[in-house]
């Protein structure tokens, strides 16, 4: 009779793991690396297959969208900015929008960022018109449904201790449409409702955006390019073609940041998120200026050969920043030394229109002229993967979500689109044991992704003929460019002329 | 110090004056817009040509130190003349000031008699001095000790700036009076002046002055950094002092012939002296001469009038007056002056800088700020990016996750009513946490106790724990003595109650017990034989050993002789080396005796007394005011009662194992009484007790001489030891009489000499029975040699004997078959090599191994055809040269270079695999540096099938883990 204790058999708790009925003796697992290889082999080929990156377009523009605003303290909201003035605010989860603003703007809007604070259970958003020279605070329910009770949030939340609280509300609120409240309830308040009702039908929805009014408005002669708000505080900074400084209560700007004399166009501003006073910016005349609120000086500018159409700090490490340069290449700087870049990343073909660092700090996202979005490794030079649709056009922002799941990208042809920030990654709950397996997989690829037949799977990424052909004929040019200058080398006086390193082609000056 | 190198100083005369020496004269008498410079217009001949001359001296000797001590060699007879000088004028009055005062009238002499351009050159030589030497002007000591100099200044009519300089003039143009040497003396001086730094005081002066009215927005920056850089030249300076004092001193002995200078320097001196005093008739005389030597007054007075300008101030009024010169004193000093010219400075403040570069300037500032602000992340920075595993959140809330208990309570709120309810009982109760605070407090101060009190008390407790352990640690020590004593005794009484019977009667009794004891001393044997390496029986000379009859015998006693010897000294080693620990546990084979066992344990027990003894004397001692407290002392004797109680009952209890023991042992059992009743002598009585047993041994009377009390024991254990043999087994038991058996011993002690006797006995025995056999076998060999059959005979009889010898020889016939066998060996070895006939293994391995050497090496294959490329005919001689382009050349391995090349029995192939090559990668991947290490990070797998369950799991974390949905912060300040 055979008879078998279930305790060999069976975990000793629903916790503990389950017994190992395997004989481990090496002698009995030869081939060790043979195996593995093919593996590695195996999970390379396993992860192209499941790479299905796209997730959604969130549509309903009218024009292009030409800037993305995340609201970084929460999930799943983004707030897109259209050419014709319209912002509409978009939930992930519910993949719709939660309030259109249609008339924000007269003209193009020029940047879109979000308060750092919360409160009557109203979000404020700012938003800036790239041509009628307004900035516009919004605060409604309507961001942030599912903020119940009227909770309220500081600026400066993270430092003080009552983040617990706010935070997880924050972090659900419009992540989970179910929660709305119910807007029949309170429907004698007027357009707004407590809580934002998610339940609301779209008519009313949109009449609501139509009627919402901006709490502040600020106004200027010059048209605004970019906006950022700063972590804790009540400050935002815009770009025009100087630097600006506002405080949400006041109608003047705190300060006027400029370099010299310089009233070049400013495209693009950004605070630093860890030293949270300084800033930079990126203009038109191909300079990257650094900036401290506290010294209230512009303190570094460097000139380089293109000029840079976005640029962001990397939240782990605080004195990194990434420029997203029109000669298709990205760059990182080291603010503490700022005459080459640190590294140069290669890819597109197209000048690089936005730019984005993983909350993570290890990877960034990048948005293309050439109609691709590109993810980047911060070690590699080459980017680690590149999406494109046949719809998407031209990219004009990207952004990662502020759990690093998903990558943002806003386009030409009037859609967000929702992309995963690993292709390959399953979505939903996933299980101990299949988490392990993929674990797994991911260290034999990444063990292996040296070896020629990994690395070639690895790698191999179709793109559209034209992007393909792009690389082909760039590859070319380069080439060429280079043989040229080595012929030009070689019947010159010798040492007349140095090769010179890429890295230092890039800045041509750096002004005290 | 570079004075005139700042831009923003407002006087123009600094431009030329910082101007290279060289230069400077010229322009200064050219340049109009130099204040000091003559006009044109005056007549330069109005200068006399010696001041010219001391002027040119001057500057070329103050041009710099390097270059003055670089023309020593010129100056020397100058050199000397000055010192002579010096040395005779502290002849004239022993006081070093006055020596000083004299440099000081010398230099303003100088600077008097070459007008203000040469006070002005004073200064820039000083200037120059001062950047090249480094040696910078005053100290603020030596301010202090200048200052009272000052009021005797008597300027009515020359610049203030010449004041100091000038009031001390008077000496110097009297002495200029009487000699035209003096100027020159003067100029020594000057050199002098110049090398030794306290000595020149005077004339850094000067410069000092000067300096003031040239470089007064400078002088305040710089008079900190003078100040330093004095302070640490001070030391120098004095001592440089010193040594030219005392090389003054003796110079003067080996210049005798000099006598004439020096009295006539005396003269100048008390002049000097008197113009101190009286500050009026000569110097007047002299001033109202000076205009003619040295230039028109109109001219000075305009140059007094620049630099009254910038200079003129109280001190220079009042010290112009005679009347009014000790008022001088109480003026501020010359720092103050300072300040307040800085002040008139301040009038004359630089024009802002152009916007674009204050810009600039402000723009770096602010830059540098942020840059520092940005290396303090460095370390996070660093850290993150060398992370093996980043797990966000990276940093955990501050204030989130678990509280405190305290902060838990300090928030507590009674919600419901039990809650509530048992608040308001322990409020009742006054159990709250307020109250209790406020009552501990209390208690605090009820009790009155000062911070030293408290201490006291504390020490006092720490000190009687400490006691308390004392006693307790002598409990144990005793308690473990006891344990161990009645242990071991307990042992020996079994052992005497079934005593060892002799191995013949054990085996008639018993023959499996006898072969257990049998087998034991054989194991002794045989670990003694391991042991003594030098052992007779094995050593060469004991297998030399075989020879005749006679010789035998005598070799034998010889033998005999040795072992005895040995066995004595061995015995007295280890007795020595008993001696040496007595506390060691295990001595079991010395201590086997009962009595030895016995008196150990008393030894112990009286060292351990006498080690308390020694420390209640030195608590006594030590113990001050505390340890004589009642209750402390009380502690401490209940303690050491208990534990003394103990002892005496261990004591009493071994003596009373020992009354049970035979007659024999009863003498010790009586000695053994007395310890117990002197106990509290301790040890003196276990000195008296053990003094009869040396006797009874003589060999071993140095061992009590040994002074240690330590070795005591083993002096008394050993005799014990030793003695009883001497009684019996000596007497009646010849080992070498009985040869196979082994003395069988009634007693332990008896056994442990008599098996030794046996022991050595069995040595020689077998010692010879080897030399027998040794021989025995090289016959046999010779034997086998010879003939080929029988077995030697000699070999069977020693089989029988010898197990050991035995096995080695059949040991020996395996090894070599046609050592001992004989045919049949033969006949096996034929057979085996009938089997495998014709298979050349080896041979065909090697030529095998050739053949693939020679196909992997390299070849040079020649394709020439004879007679293409070369001339034929007659005469015509063959071309031994290839042509090159003949040879073909095929790539290959040296032979040499194979894997295989040092290993004849593999063959490795060299030959290059296509499909595991396709694996290899041609350049090494990014973040490695080198093969190894890459290669290294394949060593171990990452499958389940070869990792625990743990290690596959922590092998295969990602780099990156978060939570899912969770917000990931950018990195906060923590710092």
């Not at chain 2, 009859?549 to 070799?555: F, L, N, P, Q």
């Not at chain 2, 066995?567 to 506390?583: N, P, T, V, W």
Request: charge should be negative; hydrophobic fraction near 30%; proline fraction near 5%.
């Amino acid at each position: 009779m055979i008879s078998r204790s279930l305790d060999d058999h069976l975990p000793s708790s629903s916790t503990a793991p389950h017994p190992l009925q395997r004989n481990l003796a090496p002698h009995l697992h030869p081939f060790q690396k043979p195996r593995e290889y093919t593996r590695a082999m195996t999970a390379v080929k396993i992860d192209r297959m499941f790479a299905k990156p796209f997730v959604d377009a969130l549509g309903g523009h009218q024009d292009g969208v030409y800037c993305l605003g995340k609201d970084p303290r929460r999930v799943a909201v983004v707030a897109g900015g259209g050419g014709d003035g319209e912002v509409i605010v978009h939930s992930l989860a519910l993949r719709r929008p939660l309030l259109k603003i249609p008339n924000a703007h007269k003209g193009m809007v020029g940047g879109i960022c979000w308060t750092s604070e919360a409160k009557d259970g109203k979000r404020g958003m700012i938003t800036a018109g790239k041509l009628d020279g307004t900035i516009k605070i919004w605060r409604s329910k309507l961001f942030a449904p599912g903020l119940k009770d009227d909770e309220s949030f500081i600026g400066n939340e993270f430092a003080s201790g009552n983040r617990l609280e706010s935070m997880d509300n924050l972090d659900n609120a419009g992540a989970i449409g179910e929660n709305g409240f119910d807007l029949n309830e309170n429907e004698d308040d007027g357009d707004e409702e407590v809580g934002g009702g998610l339940t609301m039908d779209f008519k009313k929805r949109d009449r609501l955006g139509e009627n919402l009014e901006p709490t502040m408005t600020y106004t200027s002669k010059n048209g605004f390019n970019g906006i950022d708000h700063h972590r804790q505080d009540n400050i935002f900074s815009t770009a025009s073609n100087t630097v600006q400084i506002w405080d949400e209560n006041r109608s003047n700007p705190l300060s006027t940041l400029q370099f010299g004399n310089s009233l070049e166009t400013v495209t693009k501003v950004k605070f630093n998120q860890s030293e949270t006073s300084v800033l930079a910016s990126v203009g038109n005349d191909r300079t990257m200026c650094l900036y401290d609120i506290r010294t209230g000086k512009a303190e570094r500018r460097i000139v380089m050969q293109f000029l840079s159409n976005d640029l962001s700090w990397c939240p782990t490490l605080p004195t990194t920043m990434l420029l997203a340069s029109e000669d298709h290449n990205l760059y990182t700087f080291d603010i503490r030394n700022l005459n080459s870049p640190s590294q140069i990343y290669k890819g597109h073909v197209g000048g690089v229109m936005g730019c984005d660092w993983s909350p993570t700090g290890e990877e960034f996202v990048s948005g293309s002229y050439d109609r691709t979005i590109r993810l980047w490794n911060r070690e590699s030079g080459k980017s680690r993967d590149v999406y494109h649709t046949k719809r998407m056009q031209r990219v004009f922002d990207v952004t990662y979500t502020p759990t690093a799941d998903f990558v943002l990208s806003a386009s030409d042809d009037g859609n967000v689109r929702i992309w995963k920030s690993n292709a390959s990654k399953k979505l939903g709950p996933v299980s101990t044991k299949e988490r392990q397996s993929i674990e797994h997989r991911q260290k034999l690829i990444e063990r292996y992704s040296a070896e020629k037949g990994v690395r070639s799977v690895k790698e191999r990424r179709h793109v559209p003929q034209s992007i393909h052909n792009a690389t082909k004929l760039k590859r070319e040019m380069i080439e060429s460019r280079k043989v040229k200058e080595d012929r030009r080398r070689d019947h010159s006086r010798k040492g007349r002329d140095k090769p010179k390193a890429e890295r230092k082609k890039t800045v041509i000056v750096e002004q005290k | 110090m570079a004075r005139g190198s700042n831009p923003f100083s407002a006087s123009t005369s600094s431009g030329t004056k910082s101007k290279p020496k060289s230069t400077a004269k010229a322009k200064r008498r050219l340049d109009p817009s130099n204040a000091y410079t003559y006009l044109p217009s005056l007549p330069k001949h109005h200068r006399t040509s010696t001041a010219q001359l001391s002027l040119s001296k001057d500057e070329r000797e103050l041009a710099g130190p390097s270059r003055r001590r670089g023309d020593d060699s010129d100056d020397e007879d100058e050199d000397m003349q000055a010192r002579i000088k010096k040395v005779a004028m502290m002849i004239a009055d022993d006081n070093p000031q006055a020596v000083e005062s004299d440099e000081s009238d010398i230099d303003s002499d100088e600077a008097f008699g070459s007008d203000g351009s040469d006070e002005e050159r004073w200064g820039d030589v000083f200037r120059q001095l001062d950047k090249g030497k480094g040696k910078k002007g005053k100290s603020k000591a030596q301010e202090v000790v200048r200052k009272p100099a000052k009021p005797l200044t008597v300027n009515l009519d020359e610049s203030e700036d010449e004041k100091v300089s000038e009031s001390k003039a008077k000496g110097k143009k009297a002495a200029k009076a009487p000699s035209p040497i003096s100027e020159e003396e003067g100029d020594d001086m000057e050199e002098i002046s110049g090398e030794d730094e306290d000595l020149d005081v005077d004339s850094e002066e000067d410069i000092s002055l000067n300096g003031e009215e040239d470089q007064d927005a400078d002088e305040d920056e710089d008079n900190s950094d003078e100040e330093e850089e004095d302070e640490d030249e001070d030391e120098d300076g004095d001592l440089d002092f010193l040594s030219d004092l005392s090389d003054d001193e003796e110079d003067p002995e080996d210049l005798d012939g000099l006598d004439a200078f020096v009295d006539s320097l005396a003269a100048t001196d008390k002049k000097r002296k008197a113009g101190e005093e009286k500050v009026t008739g000569e110097a007047a005389k002299k001033r109202r001469v000076l205009p003619v030597i040295s230039g028109p007054g109109l001219k000075e007075n305009g140059d007094l009038a620049l630099k009254n300008n910038q200079k003129l101030d109280l001190s220079s009024l009042i010290s112009s007056h005679p009347s009014l010169s000790g008022a001088s004193a109480l003026l501020p000093s010359k720092s103050d002056k300072k300040t307040s010219t800085s002040i008139l400075k301040q009038g004359l403040v630089s024009a802002p800088l152009p916007t674009v570069a204050q810009d600039r300037l402000d723009r770096e500032a602010a830059y540098e700020k942020t840059r520092e602000e940005g290396q303090k992340w460095a370390g996070v920075m660093k850290r993150v990016k060398e992370a093996e595993h980043l797990s966000f959140p990276l940093q955990g809330d501050r204030r989130g996750g678990v509280k405190s208990g305290n902060e838990v309570l300090a928030g507590f709120k009674p919600e419901n009513k039990l809650e509530s309810a048992v608040t308001a009982l322990l409020n009742k109760a006054n159990l709250t946490e307020d109250n209790l605070t406020k009552r501990e407090d209390l208690a605090l101060e009820a009790q009155e106790m000062s911070l030293e009190e408290i201490k006291e008390r504390r020490d006092a407790l720490r000190y009687q724990r400490e006691l308390m352990f004392r006693a307790e640690s002598k409990a144990k020590r005793v308690a473990k003595i006891k344990s161990k004593t009645f242990r071991k005794l307990a042992r020996k009484r079994a052992a005497k109650e079934n005593p060892g019977l002799d191995l013949e009667q054990l085996e008639k009794l018993d023959p499996e017990a006898a072969a257990e004891e049998r087998e034991k001393l054989e194991f002794l044997r045989a670990r003694e034989r391991a042991t003594l390496r030098h052992g007779a029986k094995s050593g060469r000379w004991a297998r030399d050993t075989g020879g005749d009859g006679a010789e035998i015998e005598d070799r034998r006693r010889a033998k005999e002789e040795m072992l005895n010897m040995k066995e004595k000294l061995q015995r007295k080693i280890l007795g020595q080396a008993d001696g040496s620990d007595s506390e060691s546990d295990s001595d079991e084979e010395e201590g086997d005796d009962e009595t030895a066992i016995k008196t150990r344990a008393f030894d112990q027990l009286a060292s351990l007394d006498a080690q308390n003894a020694a420390n209640e004397e030195l608590n006594g001692k030590a113990g001050k005011g505390l340890m004589q407290m009642a209750f402390m002392k009380k502690a401490q004797d209940r303690e050491m009662k208990k534990v003394a109680q103990e002892e005496s009952d261990l004591r009493k209890e071994i003596e009373m194992f020992g009354d049970e023991r035979e007659s024999d042992v009863d003498i010790d059992s009586d000695e053994e009484d007395r310890p117990s009743m002197m106990r509290v002598g301790g040890n003196e009585g276990r000195m008296v007790f053990s003094g009869p047993e040396p006797s009874s041994s003589t060999p071993q009377d140095d061992d009590i001489s040994e002074p240690t009390r330590i070795s005591r024991p083993s002096a008394l254990s050993k005799p014990r030891e030793a003695t009883p043999p001497s009684d019996e087994p000596f007497a009646d038991h010849n080992p070498w009489l009985t040869n196979t058996t082994s003395a069988g011993p009634s007693r332990k002690r008896n056994t442990l000499v008599g098996s030794v006797n046996a022991k050595a006995e069995e040595k020689v025995t077998r010692a010879m029975k080897k030399a027998v056999k040794g021989k025995e076998a090289e016959l046999d060999d010779e034997k086998v040699e010879i003939t080929i059959e029988g077995k030697p005979s000699a070999t069977k009889l020693n089989n029988g004997n010898d197990k050991n010898e035995e096995d080695s020889d059949s040991e020996n016939e395996e090894l070599m078959p046609i050592a001992g066998k004989g045919v049949k060996a033969f006949k096996q070895r034929d057979l085996v090599a009938e089997a495998f006939a014709g298979d050349n293994v080896v041979e065909e391995f090697t030529r095998e191994k050739e053949r693939q050497v020679e196909m992997d090496a390299p070849k040079v294959e020649d394709t020439s055809l004879p007679g293409w490329g070369a001339w034929g005919g007659k005469g015509s001689r063959k071309n031994k040269r290839v042509n090159p382009k003949f040879l073909v050349k095929t790539a290959g391995i040296e032979p040499t270079q194979r894997k295989d090349f040092s290993r004849s029995n593999v063959i490795i192939t060299e030959k290059k695999d296509k499909k595991a090559s396709a694996f290899l990668l041609q350049d090494l991947p990014y973040p490695y540096t080198s093969k190894e290490q890459y290669e290294k990070s394949f060593a171990t797998p990452v499958g389940s099938e070869w990792n625990s369950r743990s290690g596959f799991q922590k092998g295969t974390v990602p780099r990156v883990v978060k939570k899912p949905g969770a917000i990931i912060e950018p990195i906060r300040r923590m710092f």
